[in-house]
């Protein structure tokens, strides 16, 4: 009995680390997508999320299975219960790359407004947190996790940065309304993935130390 319980929460945490690994080819698909504002390689991004959804709906199952069938205790509770919550955060970080790969196939029809610098790098940002956190839950590291919640304020300034650049293009140039909305939309995806990033090691400093920190100052707390 105890080798079944110990075997079923391994596949959970196997389908986890599958869909993460889904989740992060399309963040890197998407962020080489925008640089070369390649439209075939935007089409393969959103073809993923399919099997992403898929992922997501056997987590739930495995997970609510298990909590019937084994009655945990608080700890390997604790693990279900986060697992049931990462896949819909995983989930949503694929659906902003979705999102991303959409503009991508909007803006390769036109010349581009800019030069893509800031976007690039605030993306890539905001994949390191995906990455970090979700190590972070493999290693069942708290500490790793508070790291990567406080790196999002680094991308919340690269978004507000981002804004008022193409605001300002607006304002000076009305033809390049559409081009710049395009550019800000992507900005606000981004801005969400890294938030999902965030949620992520929230609920990894749950796992760990059984404290939700949600709606709590980290620099506050320490």
Known sequence: MQRQFEEELEEIKRS?????????KCLEDIATAL????SEL?????????????HEVEIDRLATEFSARHQPTATDLRFVIVAIKLGPELERIADNSVNIAERVLHMSKYPPLKSLVDLPRML????????????SYISRDARSARKV???????????????????TY????????????DLILVARYVERIADQATNIAEEVVYLVEAKPIRHVDIEEEG
């Open 124 to 135: 890539g940002l905001a994949h390191a947190m995906v990455s970090d956190a979700i190590a």
């Open 149 to 167: 919640i406080l790196r999002d304020d680094e991308v919340d300034a690269l978004y507000l940065q981002i804004f008022r650049v193409l605001l």
């Open 35 to 38: 640089n070369e504002m390649d």
């Open 42 to 54: 935007a089409e393969t991004v959103i073809a993923m999320d399919e099997e992403i959804d898929q």
């Open 170 to 181: 607006m304002m000076e140039d009305p033809k390049t309304i559409s081009r710049a909305i």
């Open 16 to 24: 986890i680390l599958s869909m993460a690994g889904l989740v992060e």
